[in-house]
């Protein structure tokens, strides 16, 4: 019998996409899960309103590692208004499903891509992504 993981979530996990920093980005975000209070933290390279290169680096689970690893490729050379749709449902869906518990390790590449855009977009026009507000704080200590 297959354990709770998807071939691709074992996959994604085992060998991560675009894990690392991008010396090159203009766009970083950083967000926590206040659900388990893990750190992720995604770059951006755009270009012509086109991620060209994108790479992150987590303190999460396997669950986030793989959800993250399978968000890069989803929003490599997409625009930043494909890559702002990408919802962490599209990316556990992605992968074949995520376990009900581990859904909320995927809000956490979701939520890090828009950080990251809302980060280029200040920087680049001096004004974030209307509405953004990203999980900075864990809100509380919970068990892995
Ligand atoms: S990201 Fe924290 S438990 Fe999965």
């Given amino acids: 019998m297959a354990g709770p993981y998807s071939e691709k979530v074992m ?3 085992m060998h991560p996409r675009n894990v690392g920093e991008l010396p090159d980005a203009n766009g970083i975000g950083q967000v926590g899960n206040p659900v388990c209070g893990d750190i992720m933290k995604m ?7 086109i991620i060209t290169d994108v790479k992150f680096q987590t303190f999460g689970c ?26 962490n449902k599209a990316v556990a869906e992605a992968l074949d499903g995520l376990p009900k518990v581990k859904m909320h390790c995927s809000v956490l590449a979701e939520e890090a891509v828009q ?14 992504l ?14 892995h």
Avoid at 66 to 82: D, F, N, P, V
């Fill in 115 to 128: 950080a990251a855009i809302d980060d280029y977009l200040k920087k680049t026009t001096g004004k974030g």
């Fill in 43 to 49: 770059y951006i390279k755009v270009k012509d309103n």
């Fill in 11 to 13: 996959d994604h996990f």
């Fill in 62 to 87: 396997g669950a986030a590692i793989a959800t993250s690893s399978m968000a890069t490729e989803l929003i490599k050379g997409k625009t930043l208004e494909e890559a702002l749709k990408l919802t």
């Fill in 130 to 143: 209307p509405g953004f507000k990203p999980h900075e704080e864990p809100l509380e200590e919970h068990e």
